[in-house]
């Protein structure tokens, strides 16, 4: 499947779900950045990029540091068949799903879109435990 096809066709995806988005390039990638309002995030950014190689992957990075997490995160990635938690080069936590390209569907967004918000509820969370406060 050629890149421009395979934008086209989770745009049709996300159109098909009524998702709001706004779509960005960097180099032969498209992005198209997304706000969720979850149970536990005001504004939760899912970004899905589509590379040139045929992979979409969706990701949030989350304003948390991993420092002391680690065991925590490691754990939790086996509760989601969908999404995992890694870090970026800055220690924050990220939440990624990966689907290859001539994989897409409209239940496998679905899928991912909702492991996604399920694992970064499911941080804030406990984070909120942790510390006592509710974090919006």
């Not at 395979?6 to 995806?13: H, M, N, T």
């Not at 939440?95 to 569907?105: K, L």
């Amino acid at each position: 499947m050629l890149s421009e096809d395979l934008v086209k066709k989770v745009k049709d995806i996300l159109d098909g779900m009524n998702v709001r988005y706004e779509e960005g390039k960097v180099k032969d990638a498209t992005f198209l950045i997304s706000l969720w309002r979850t149970d536990k995030w005001d504004e939760l950014e899912i970004d899905i990029v589509i590379s040139p190689g045929n992979l979409v992957v969706l990701f949030s990075t989350l304003p948390v540091s991993s420092e002391g997490r680690e065991n925590w995160l490691l754990n939790k990635n086996w509760d989601y068949n969908f999404a995992h938690f890694a870090t970026d080069i800055s220690g924050n936590v990220i939440v990624v799903s990966n689907i290859r390209g001539e994989d897409v569907s409209e239940e496998l967004m679905r899928l991912s879109l909702a492991s996604i918000i399920r694992a970064a509820d499911d941080l804030k969370e406990a984070i909120e435990e942790e510390s006592g406060n509710t974090i919006r």
